[in-house]
T-cell receptor
Framework: AQSVTQLDSHVSVSEGTPVLLRCNYS??????LFWYVQHPNKGLQLLLK??????LVKGINGFEAEFKKSETSFHLTKPSAHMSDAAEYFC??????????FGTGTRLKVLA | SQTIHQWPATLVQPVGSPLSLECTVE??????LYWYRQAAGRGLQLLFY??????ISSEVPQNLSASRPQDRQFILSSKKLLLSDSGFYLC?????????????????FGPGTRLTVL
């Protein structure tokens, strides 16, 4: 069965320190992978996407992610956290159908 | 550019009352449309998706229904709300059908509707 696992439900970092949000996927085919960010009571905004081109993907707001097929991972990183990065982040995979596979989310807290 | 609208933004309804949430997309044609529900502290649950006018697929059997009367309009309804229907409802679209990349392109989400059933 296809699945997306976000390994941490909560992550806390200090402002100015690196961010790492982990995502592993399980799929019988080569999925497209996405990271979305959701601020409270808002919709999901696309941060970046991997669609079988370059394995290192750069997104908005300084975020990037690396697709590692051997590890079935698509971790999200940012060199320096900003207070405005505090939000919930979702890793999402396509399934080859109209259904998308969502992770359960990681809530990022940024400490001053 | 494409935009997606949802209304209302917030709604408080008594148990047993009807529901109608609307979603419209601008700037594209023939989108796939989706309704999701997000319960507090949980991920997204796909409720319905539609690949064309009048074509609705239901993912979760429940007291909700969806309709697509126009190409870029998607409506979520209920005849009688339950307490468990409370949550954050998100509409989304993607262009996989017209791009030929079925199930490979990103989805675009609306701003959401916060529904509280009392």
């Amino acid at each position: 069965a296809q699945s997306v696992t976000q390994l941490d439900s909560h992550v806390s970092v200090s402002e100015g320190t690196p961010v790492l949000l982990r995502c592993n996927y399980s799929s019988s085919y080569s999925p497209s992978l996405f990271w979305y960010v959701q601020h409270p009571n808002k919709g999901l905004q696309l941060l970046l996407k991997y669609t079988s081109a370059a394995t290192l993907v750069k997104g908005i707001n300084g975020f990037e992610a690396e697709f590692k097929k051997s590890e079935t991972s698509f971790h999200l990183t940012k060199p320096s956290a900003h207070m405005s990065d505090a939000a919930e982040y979702f890793c999402v995979a396509t399934s080859g159908t109209y259904k998308y596979i969502f992770g359960t989310g990681t809530r990022l807290k940024v400490l001053a | 550019s494409q935009t997606i609208h949802q209304w209302p933004a917030t709604l408080v309804q008594p148990v047993g009352s009807p529901l109608s949430l609307e979603c419209t997309v601008e700037g594209t044609s023939n989108p796939n449309l989706y309704w999701y529900r997000q319960a507090a502290g949980r991920g997204l649950q796909l409720l319905f998706y539609s690949v064309g006018i009048g074509q609705i697929s239901s993912e979760v059997p429940q007291n909700l229904s969806a309709s697509r009367p126009q190409d870029r309009q998607f409506i979520l309804s209920s005849k009688k709300l339950l307490l468990s229907d409370s949550g954050f409802y998100l509409c989304a679209w993607d262009r996989s059908r017209t791009s030929g990349r079925a199930g490979r392109d990103e989805q675009f989400f609306g701003p959401g509707t916060r529904l509280t059933v009392l």
